[in-house]
């Protein structure tokens, strides 16, 4: 499977979706002009990922910044993932935020709310 | 422009200067807001503060505010009365920054028929406090759909729950089809 590799800039992630090397990550800033466009191929390769997945899919969000519009994006591909889960697959969603941001933090807790997929809080140190 | 006009002029721009002082605006603009203008005013404001002692979550909150507030008016503001459309809105928008808070202040036209709905919205998010705007939260994020021009109907409610303040906002009159739209959002720069 071609694995999706975007270079983050200041108002879009970075992404990097490769089955090969296992490496599933959305990072950075995220704020697109058109946030639809920007996560299309992002949902579509995961809905593909999914009918023949990994054994484990470790999925790591580490973002700095997200807009409202985002944000609805990000639950899209939360909701992919649980689908995963509910079909048995062996999915975890690990958020990382800074350990000073207490809105990221919260932000990661609300999805787990939502979402009904195993999820991990890591905090990392900003300096 | 006459030497009459010149010198009006010059005394406008100098007023409006001392003005901009007077309230400690730090940033005003008027005109279209395009997603290159919302990069440019963050990354502007951005670099300004890291120059300040503000917690690093006065910045991140002051970010999130700006953000919303100018693809508000890129999304929603209309154009005064014939003017021909343009893909994005305009309006005027303004950081103002004391020893206690920033304030971000937009405006721009709306159409008279919406107002009922948004002071409605806008005095719901007002009236809830930190659980019921949470829950708010989680019910438009889970239900809402993202309108074609990419509004996910959330940006008041996390205003509202980034700075823990109100909203400000009133509707002037233009004429009987529109309105001016002002909202103020206030993040304070005491960490909470």
């Given amino acids: ?127 | 422009m006459t030497g009459k006009d010149k010198i009006e002029s010059l005394e406008f721009v100098y007023n409006f200067y001392l003005k901009m002082k007077d309230s400690n605006v730090s940033l005003a603009y008027e005109g279209e807001i395009t997603h290159q203008i919302t990069k440019a005013f963050t990354s502007l404001t951005e670099s300004n503060m890291a120059n300040d002692e503000d917690y690093s979550s006065v910045q991140r909150k002051v970010f999130h505010v700006m953000v919303e507030c100018l693809q508000n008016i890129s999304k929603h503001a209309e154009p005064i009365g014939n003017l021909p459309v343009s893909k994005d809105g305009r309006g005027i928008f303004m950081i103002s920054k004391s020893e206690d808070e920033y304030n971000v202040t937009t405006g721009n036209v709306v159409s008279n028929d919406k107002i009922e709905e948004l002071s409605e919205m806008l005095d719901n998010i007002n009236s809830l406090d930190k659980m019921g705007l949470k829950q708010l939260y989680k019910q438009q994020i889970r239900e809402g759909r993202l309108s074609p021009k990419g509004g996910a109907g959330l940006g008041f409610i996390d205003i509202v729950r980034k700075t823990g303040e109100k909203l400000v906002f009133d509707f002037l009159s233009i004429n009987e089809d529109q309105s001016f739209f002002i909202l103020i959002s206030t993040i304070s720069r005491k960490q909470r």
């Fill in chain 1, 1 to 127: 499977m071609e694995p999706i590799k975007i270079k983050g800039t200041d108002d879009t992630p970075q992404v990097i979706l490769d089955k090969e090397n296992t490496v599933f990550e959305i990072s950075g800033r995220s704020l697109p002009e058109d946030v639809a466009a920007f996560f299309e191929p992002i949902l579509k390769w995961i809905n593909e990922y999914s009918q023949d997945p990994l054994g484990k899919t470790v999925f790591n969000f580490k973002l700095e910044y997200f807009n409202t519009a985002s944000s609805k994006l990000i639950l899209d591909v939360l909701l992919k993932l649980e689908e995963m889960a509910d079909d048995g697959k062996d999915v975890l969603v690990r958020w990382h935020y800074p350990d000073d941001d207490e809105d990221m933090q919260e932000a990661g807790e609300e999805y787990a709310d939502i979402v009904e997929v195993p999820f991990e809080q890591v905090s990392y140190s900003v300096d």
